[in-house]
Each structure stands twice: as C-alpha cells, then as structure tokens.
C-alpha cells in the first residue's frame, strides 16, 4: 500500500520562502549591478587607453616629422651638384621607418604617368619649375597661357599685388574686396604665400586644386568618378591639375659661382687684361676668363661677336650671337650672368624640371617647342642638361634668344610635401615645406600644415593601415 504524503503551507514556512527568493532577486540586481559598473569602467579603460595610445602616436608623428625635417636639410646640405634637384635614388623617399613611424616624400609623376589607377610620385619639387607670382620676369601673357586661366584672373592677380588702387578692365580693387563677406582691402603688395590666391577675385578652389583636391599628384578614386563625390570631376582618367601646382613665389637663385665667388657680367664687358693669378672674388675680365678656359682668342671672337652697341639680355643670348658651342657653354656658364651679380634672380624657369605646362608659357617655348624639350630632356645626362644652351638643339636661334631672359637651369629652392605615419596608423601628419638650398646649412623658408587636405598615400597603403589597426585591437599583433 503506497504512501502519500502531504505539505501544508503555514504561515512560516510560506514567509521563510518567500525572504529567500526575495534576497536571492536582491543579490542577482547587485551581480548585474556590479557587473555593469565593471563593464562601464572596462569601456572607460578601453577609451583611455586608445585615447592615451592616440596621443602619444600623435606627439611620436610630430617627433618624426622634425626628424624628417633635419634628414633633409642633411641631406640637402650636402649635395654633390649645388643647385640641383636631387635624384631620388640617392635618399630615403617612400615608407621609410623613422622610430616606429614611417614617412614619405610626396612629389609629382609626368603628366603622362597619372592616369587612374596608381600610386604617388616621390621625391623633392623644383620651385624654379613653376611660374613665380611676384617675379618681374613673369608677364601677364605667361600667366593666361597656364592651364585654366583666364584673362579675367590674371588682371585680378595683377591688381592685387601692383601698387596702386587703378582696378584693371577685369580686376579688382578693394572697393570690390570691401562687398565681400567677411570685407577685406585689396592687398597692393607682393605675395606672402601661394595659398593668398585664394583671396583674389576669380579664383576658386576648382582653379587652385584642379581635380587634385588632396595636391598629392595623383588621380584618386574621388577624382575619377564624374559628380558621384568631390570634386565634380570629368572622369576621363587623367589629373587635371590647378594653378598650385604652376606657380610659385619662392623661386631664386643666388647669383653666383658655385664655389660663392662673384660671377663675370656679360654686359659688362671689360676689354682690359690683367696680370698675375687672380684668386677668389676678384673679377677677371670676360673676355680674359674666356680665353683662358677655352683657348686662345676664343674668347676675343665671342666678345666680338656679341659687339658692344646692343649687350645681350641673356648669357644665352650672348653665346647664340657668338655660335658658342653646348659644350663650350657648359665649361663657362657658373661663372657668367646676365643681370647684377651683387642680386640674387628672381623668377626663372628651370628648363630641366619644368613641366610642360610650364614650359608651354615661356616666350620662345610656347605649343611649338614644349613637347620637344620635354623629350630630349629624358635622353640628357646630368652633365648635359648643366647649362641653358641644350635647348637649341631642338629651338631655334631666334625663338632661344627669346627665352633666354626667363630661363635657367638651377633648382635652389626645394619644396618637400612630407607625409608622416605614427605606429599602426594611430596618428597622421602632413606638413609641406620649402628649403632654401644656397644657405648653409639649407634653411626652411616656408612651412604649411597639409594634413586637413585629406589622405595623400593611396588606397592600397590605407587599406593596409587599417588592418595593421585591426590585428592590434584583436590582440593579434
């Protein structure tokens, strides 16, 4: 016979249950509690950390960059050609580790290498290669013959720095400036920076950057898709490049001799001779200096030659008159000039580096010679590309004496778009400067913060950034 067994709640035990399930609710909002507060701190320590880990990858990009900053004046200062561009192969351009950063050296491909998809160019960039605002030697007519320009912008520039309070049929005056918002006057003075464009009248930000809205040289997926996002470009696989890539007001070159001694002035043609060694910065006469280094009375007939009723604007002037040879002008040319040698020269192009855009300004030069000195100039040597007289195997006498006022072959001011990279990407800095090669040691001139303008290196570098990142947060790495 089975036995059944009853439970009859009373009043205690009923109460003694209910406290337990009671405290035991009580003790699991505690645990929750608890472990909420646990979380919300983890989450905190886990901010600060990466906040932490962010500012010092911050404060270790700017120690690169001014280590980068003392790489290249280094660098600089001890070039075996002064006054040229250095070849990249001679310095550490591309991903190059600097601490536990890495930096790069942005610089500019030939117009004919952007065509989407690629990557940047690296490298320094020739100030002497561009137009120079405030340089005297740049006309109105070099000016709307850049790319994009128009007649309009060029008469607003040109009152913008000129003296007088006179606007142009198409310029402007501060009586224009004033209506603007926020008013501002004209500045009827010189050009501090390149980036001062951007006050003048007609100038947009689509004449400035182009299709190169980041100014890193190279056609980005955001730059080659029509109007699908900034800007709206054409979509046509080609960088149009802006006006900031053209001009420039740091171009110059100091005017003399390699070696710093004074240079001869061929329109200042001395007929005496003088006696005795002359050493240092005393000046020989041209035509005794010519003749001592290429041979007797060769320097005689070449000052005949170039008589002394009409001096010559330009050393290239001086040996096409006389039928100089290149390699005649490439022994002569550091000690010769054109111009006063006690000032520096403002504003010339350097055939050597100039793109053809450039190049396509120049009187002499213009569409019918550009094309062919950008090509002959890529079978050239080093040694053959040292003076001006090269461009006459392609330009003829007439059209050289024409560019001979507006051209050089010197690179003394070098701009470096320097991009810097903290540990695993944590922190970017970009910072662009000009460097004055003719001091000792070279100097910066002109610095600019570019790291506003958005990523210079690619999406390839990017992507691998990014997954550096993502190793670190997952603890892989």
């Known amino acids: 016979m089975s036995r059944v067994t009853f439970w009859i709640a009373t009043p205690s035990n009923w109460y003694d249950g209910n406290r337990r399930g009671f405290v035991l609710v009580i003790v699991l909002w505690i645990a929750l509690g608890?472990?909420?507060?646990?979380?919300?701190?983890?989450?905190?320590?886990?901010?600060?950390?990466?906040?932490?880990?962010?500012?010092?990858?911050?404060?270790?990009?700017?120690?690169?960059?001014?280590?980068?900053?003392?790489?290249?004046?280094?660098?600089?200062?001890?070039?075996?050609?002064?006054?040229?561009?250095?070849?990249?192969?001679?310095?550490?351009?591309?991903?190059?580790p600097i601490g536990e950063a890495s930096y790069w050296l942005l610089g500019r491909a030939d117009q004919d290498q952007m065509i989407a998809p690629d990557t940047p160019a690296y490298g320094f960039i020739d100030e002497a290669s561009k137009l120079n605002l405030n340089a005297p030697t740049t006309t109105p007519e070099m000016l709307v013959a850049l790319p994009n320009m128009t007649q309009d912008v060029v008469d607003a520039i040109l009152d913008w720095k000129d003296a007088d309070s006179d606007a142009r049929p198409s310029g402007a005056e501060s009586d224009y400036y004033l209506l603007q918002n926020p008013p501002y006057n004209c500045k009827n003075g010189n050009f501090e920076s390149v980036e001062e464009l951007r006050l003048v009248k007609g100038v947009t930000t689509d004449l400035l950057f182009g299709e190169d809205t980041n100014l890193n040289g190279v056609l980005d997926p955001n730059e080659n898709d029509g109007a699908a996002s900034s800007p709206d470009d054409d979509a046509d696989g080609k960088l149009k490049r802006g006006l900031l890539d053209f001009v420039t007001i740091y171009s110059q070159e100091p005017n003399t001799r390699a070696d710093g001694s004074r240079r001869l002035n061929v329109?200042?043609?001395?007929?005496?001779?003088?006696?005795?060694?002359?050493?240092?910065?005393?000046?020989l006469s041209v035509e005794r200096y010519l003749n001592d280094t290429l041979g007797a009375r060769r320097g005689t007939d070449i000052v005949k030659a170039n008589g002394r009723d009409l001096p010559p604007r330009s050393v290239l002037e001086f040996y096409v008159r006389a039928a100089v040879t290149v390699e005649e002008a490439a022994k002569v040319e550091d000690a010769l000039t054109a111009s006063d040698p006690s000032k520096p020269i403002d504003g010339h192009v350097n055939v050597n580096t100039a793109p053809r855009e450039t190049l396509v300004s120049l009187p002499g030069i213009g569409e019918q010679f550009a094309d062919a000195l950008v090509s002959l100039?890529?079978?050239k040597t080093a040694d053959q590309l040292n003076t001006v007289m090269w461009i006459t195997e392609v330009v003829d006498r007439?059209?050289?004496?024409?560019?001979?006022?507006?051209?050089?072959?010197?690179?003394?001011?070098?701009?470096?778009?320097?991009?810097?990279?903290?540990?695993?990407?944590?922190?970017?800095?970009?910072?662009?400067?000009?460097?004055?090669?003719?001091?000792?040691?070279?100097?910066?001139?002109?610095?600019?913060?570019?790291?506003?303008?958005?990523?210079?290196?690619?999406?390839?570098?990017?992507?691998?950034?990014?997954?550096?990142q993502q190793l670190v947060r997952k603890g892989l790495q």
């Open 34 to 96: 608890l472990i909420a507060i646990v979380l919300l701190f983890g989450e905190g320590m886990r901010m600060e950390y990466r906040a932490a880990a962010n500012s010092a990858g911050g404060i270790e990009a700017d120690q690169a960059m001014a280590g980068v900053r003392r790489y290249i004046t280094y660098s600089l200062g001890n070039l075996d050609a002064p006054g040229t561009v250095p070849d990249p192969v001679t310095y550490a351009v591309e991903d190059v």
């Open 267 to 283: 329109n200042a043609i001395e007929r005496q001779q003088s006696t005795g060694p002359v050493t240092g910065d005393v000046a």
């Open 377 to 379: 100039r890529k079978t």
């Open 398 to 468: 007439a059209n050289a004496v024409a560019a001979g006022p507006y051209i050089t072959t010197k690179a003394y001011r070098l701009s470096a778009d320097v991009a810097v990279v903290a540990a695993n990407g944590r922190a970017f800095r970009r910072t662009w400067m000009v460097f004055d090669t003719s001091k000792t040691p070279p100097m910066v001139i002109y610095s600019r913060d570019r790291s506003g303008l958005g990523w210079p290196l690619g999406s390839e570098m990017r992507d691998a950034l990014d997954n550096q």
